[in-house]
């Protein structure tokens, strides 16, 4: 039997990745939801089940990639329906976290702010490379470009690089402190912060820099994504990868075994 494949954002442009990449992995779509109940205009057929519930009961794993205001209620209806979850929305604020981190106490959740393969090592190179260039002489900024319709900034993505700098430090990116959105009078740059700047424009996947830009040198690592696909392929292996997991809360680089 086909593993059964939930996808809550059916609609969107990751949720119609998503099918198609469940399908190509041999497995079954269980069906899928959206923020709105009418199935889009010009596309009857996308099988779309009444409500999140539905959704976490007909599915053996549900992928869910829509909006942080629906991430933490996706995670508490994973808890209650035992069904594992796949979760790569962003923007997600401290309270939305803890409460996916406490459904993670009762079912195996993948949270993953990029489930590009590239990025997932970026992450490592990033921790890598903060602990061996001092915070008071390298200054670390990270940019991203998005195409126009992202609603939230910075990107996923960019927070945990900007996790992983901070780590590599030793510290948190709470600790180490955020500096993002400057403009006008802003004053010198903070030593030891970790810099922030979201382009937004046209169709752009998804690119990230991170920099680290000291007296004599600098040193930048970019990744970029020319099709969204990327991601969809990599969130359809977490889901099947969970199937049968303890609970816990996992990311990409559990899947992909560089843990
Ligand atoms: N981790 C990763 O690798 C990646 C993460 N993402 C993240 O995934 C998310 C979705 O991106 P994308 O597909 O481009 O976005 P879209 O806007 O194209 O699609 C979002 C989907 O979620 C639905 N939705 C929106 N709000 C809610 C809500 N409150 N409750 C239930 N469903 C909702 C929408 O419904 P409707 O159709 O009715 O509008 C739509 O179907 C973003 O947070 C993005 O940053 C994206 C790419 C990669
Ligand atoms: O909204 C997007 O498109 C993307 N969102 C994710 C993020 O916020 O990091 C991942 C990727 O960059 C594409």
Redesign the pocket.
Known sequence: MPARIGI????????RLLAEEVAAAGAALAGG????AAP?AGDPGLPLLPD?RALFEASEVVID??????AA??AALAAETGTPLVL????LDAAQEAAVAEAARRVPIVY?????PG?VLLFSLAERMAAALPADQYDAEIVEMH?R????AP???AVALGRAVAAGRGTTLEEAGRESGRDGHTGPRGTGTIGFAALRGGQVV?EHTLLFAAASEQIALTHRSFD?RV?AT??VRAALWLLGRPPGLYDMKHVLGLD
């Open positions: 809550a954002g059916l609609a969107g442009r990751m949720g939801t959206r923020r709105s889009p999140a990639f829509t909006h942080a205001a629906a209620g996706h790569g929305t962003s923007g993953a702010a990029n489930f590009a990025v195409h319709q992202k609603v939230d990107s996923g993505t998804g969204r991601y990599g969130a």
